[in-house]
């Protein structure tokens, strides 16, 4: 298995500033992902965290809005950019083990006011 | 791409079991997985199944798959009332090969004492 830290846990931000989550786990694992879970809904995928190279972005979200980098195998951040309530949501990190099961970190919880 | 559809909500008694139903698009989906989310919790992965598979069983976990239907159930046996939680079903990616997984929109199960 893996466990996955990820800070902060929450926080309360105001509109036009930024926030960065960083997401360290324990164990070399084969990929890292980023989700995001709006207010009562489900999770949709962000990027895929590529180590040493840009992030490969889903369809709708793009690197200026949510820079990420990967420096080593074991560490992500996220950052929210020039943030709107629209923002608000629960951001997750995830991995891949080489036995291909996929752990979730404990998400955090972020209000853009 | 990859489609999930869940049901939205179960209601159970304590004892009985649940049977919390998914059905997928993808038929190249390699791997299929069951989460767990509690109110202000991340994900906990519960288990997950390899395509070649028909049935995995942990515990008090079923896991079956019906590759002709797409259809992937997870019961419950004796089910208490700290299952209380929202339990989602995902589907790796086929498609890309990636690791990303696609997720159903989760469904409630509410266990009555």
């Known amino acids: 298995s893996a466990v996955i830290s990820q800070k902060p846990s929450r926080d309360i931000c105001q509109r036009g500033t930024s926030l960065t989550i960083q997401c360290q786990v324990d164990s070399q694992v084969t990929m890292m992902f980023w989700y995001r879970q709006q207010p009562g809904q489900s999770l949709t995928l962000i990027a895929t965290?590529?180590?040493?190279?840009?992030?490969?972005?889903e369809s709708g979200f793009v690197i200026d809005k949510f820079p990420i980098s990967r420096p080593n195998l074991t560490f992500s951040t996220l950052t929210v950019s020039n943030m709107s309530p629209e923002d608000s949501s629960i951001y997750l990190c995830s991995v891949l083990t080489v036995n291909t099961e996929a752990f979730f970190g404990q998400g955090t919880r972020l209000t853009v006011v | 791409g990859e489609d999930v559809e869940q049901s939205l909500f179960l209601s159970v008694r304590e004892g009985d079991s649940s049977v919390i139903n998914c059905t997928y698009t993808?038929?190249?989906?390699?791997?299929l997985y069951w989460y767990k989310q509690e109110p202000g919790a991340g994900l906990q992965l519960l288990t997950y199944?390899?395509?070649?598979?028909d049935m995995k069983q942990d515990q008090r976990l079923t896991v079956l798959l019906n590759k002709k239907d797409k259809h992937l159930s997870l019961r419950i046996a004796d089910t208490q009332t700290g299952d209380s939680a929202i339990y989602f079903c995902?589907?790796?990616?086929?498609?890309?090969?990636?690791?990303?997984?696609?997720f159903g929109q989760g469904t409630t199960l509410q266990v009555k004492p």
């Open positions: 199944i390899f395509s070649n598979m």
């Open positions: 965290a590529n180590q040493g190279s840009e992030a490969t972005y």
């Open positions: 995902a589907g790796a990616d086929g498609s890309s090969n990636t690791g990303k997984l696609i």
């Open positions: 993808d038929s190249s989906s390699t791997y």
